[in-house]
């Protein structure tokens, strides 16, 4: 019968669509819930806990803020576009102007929670323990 091939057919493309659909919308909306960052294997001795990063406390920043993708020296990373892992392309000794892994999440963290500290407004963890925890993972 044909029609009903058809309908197979359509439906199978609806599935296909929906999936394709859901997984490049999860990899790419702000997560909602904190996410744990360790790069596990990026580093040749981990020493230091996971990070656990909300990413609701910084709504108010844009996106570009800490998600990037140079070329010719300008960020043309958009939001929806697929986020990767800092250790994508940091790694754990510094390239050029890619900073080594480490200094790439202490400059960004850091720098704004302390600044922020400093002018005495709502900041984020500045110090090792509140960041990493106690344990190393
Ligand atoms: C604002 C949060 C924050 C603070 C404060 C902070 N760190 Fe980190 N640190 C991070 C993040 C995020 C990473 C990346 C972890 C990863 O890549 O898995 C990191 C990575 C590291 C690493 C490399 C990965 C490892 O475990 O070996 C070391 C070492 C480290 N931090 C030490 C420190 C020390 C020492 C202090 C205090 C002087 C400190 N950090 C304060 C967020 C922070
Ligand atoms: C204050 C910095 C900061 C801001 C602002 C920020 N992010 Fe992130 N985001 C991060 C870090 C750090 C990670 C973890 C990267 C890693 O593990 O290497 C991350 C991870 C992600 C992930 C992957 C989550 C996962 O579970 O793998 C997505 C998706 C994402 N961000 C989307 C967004 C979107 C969309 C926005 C803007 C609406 C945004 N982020 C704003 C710092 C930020
Ligand atoms: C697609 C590759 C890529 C990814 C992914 C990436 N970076 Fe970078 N990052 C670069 C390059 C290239 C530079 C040097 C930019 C320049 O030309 O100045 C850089 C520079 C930086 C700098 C120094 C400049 C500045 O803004 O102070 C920091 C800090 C930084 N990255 C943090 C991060 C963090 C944190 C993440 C994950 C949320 C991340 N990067 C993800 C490629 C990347
Ligand atoms: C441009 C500024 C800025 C940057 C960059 C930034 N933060 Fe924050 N962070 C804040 C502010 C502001 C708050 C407090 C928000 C509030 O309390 O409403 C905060 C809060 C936090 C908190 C505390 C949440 C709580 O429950 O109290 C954690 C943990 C945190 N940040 C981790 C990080 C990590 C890890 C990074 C780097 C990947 C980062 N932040 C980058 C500004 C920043």
């Not at 940091?90 to 720098?111: I, M, N, P, R, V």
């Amino acid at each position: 019968m044909k029609s009903k091939g058809r309908v197979v057919l359509v439906l199978l493309i609806a599935v296909a669509v929906a999936a394709a659909f859901t997984l490049s919308y999860a990899a790419t909306k702000m997560p909602d819930q904190p996410i744990k960052i360790d790069s596990k294997d990026a580093y040749k001795e981990k020493k230091k806990g996971a990070v656990t990063f909300p990413h609701v406390k910084h709504k108010a920043l844009k996106c570009v803020e800490c998600h990037h993708e140079f070329k010719d020296g300008k960020n043309v990373w958009q939001e929806g576009q697929e986020v990767k892992k800092c250790a994508a392309c940091h790694k754990d000794k510094k390239e050029g102007k890619k900073e080594k892994l480490e200094k790439a999440f202490h400059k960004k963290c850091q720098t704004c929670h302390k600044k922020l500290k400093e002018e005495k407004k709502p900041t984020g963890p500045v110090t090792c323990v509140k960041c990493h925890g106690k344990e190393k993972k």
